[in-house]
């Protein structure tokens, strides 16, 4: 006796990127904002400003006084989420030092970030994957225990230079995907 068995007709999020934001247009840089050391009295300072070349640029001095040394931008928090991804996809080009990827899966202001660290190739457009199930739960910096990171409940996108890179940084943004 033959079976029928139902297909899957619409794609799912593996099977095709799914773009959260590109930041090919001024508007497209509307949703984020600034959120440096100095919420705990450091005096670090960022931007997230677009460039007419049509990418988004992630800039500003990372300082170690006053106990500070991290620079961040993320994203207003809105649904992003996609039920089913298992990578983050950036296109970005660096200056050579390592920036982190912040995904959150709530609306609040200080909560659980769930991070990977990237590196990002000074001067070149370079594609960098980063595997969702490799995400480790951190709030304030700091490792904590958490469920894993769920793709479907993502609310905010974030970037981050902290690790004691002291000095001027620049971080060049195409898009960010999920897949």
């Known amino acids: 006796m033959a079976r029928s068995y139902r297909i899957r007709?619409?794609?799912?999020?593996?099977d095709m990127p799914h773009p959260l934001y590109r930041f090919d247009t001024p508007d497209a840089i509307l949703d984020w904002g600034p959120v440096d050391d100095v919420v705990?009295?450091?005096v670090s300072r960022s931007t997230f400003r677009h460039d007419p070349d049509g990418h988004a640029v992630f800039?500003?001095?990372?300082?170690?006084?006053?106990?500070?040394?991290?620079a961040s931008v993320r994203s207003r928090p809105r649904a992003l989420g996609v039920a089913g991804a298992s990578a983050c996809v950036l296109e970005v080009r660096g200056?050579?030092?390592?920036?982190?990827?912040?995904?959150?899966?709530?609306?609040?202001?200080?909560?659980?970030?769930?991070?990977?660290?990237?590196?990002?190739?000074?001067?070149?457009?370079t594609t960098v994957?980063?595997?969702?199930a490799r995400?480790?739960?951190?709030?304030?910096g700091?490792?904590?225990d958490a469920p894993p990171l769920d793709p479907a409940r993502l609310t905010q996108v974030g970037l981050v230079i902290s690790d004691r890179q002291a000095g001027p940084f620049r971080l060049d943004a195409r898009a960010i995907s999920l897949e």
């Open 9 to 14: 007709t619409t794609p799912c999020a593996t």
């Open 40 to 42: 705990m009295g450091g």
């Open 95 to 125: 200056d050579g030092k390592w920036y982190k990827l912040n995904l959150r899966t709530d609306a609040l202001y200080d909560g659980v970030n769930y991070q990977l660290p990237f590196e990002a190739p000074a001067g070149v457009w």
């Open 142 to 144: 700091r490792v904590v």
């Open 135 to 140: 995400f480790a739960a951190t709030f304030r």
């Open 59 to 70: 800039e500003g001095v990372v300082s170690l006084e006053r106990n500070g040394g991290f």
């Open 129 to 132: 994957r980063l595997d969702l």
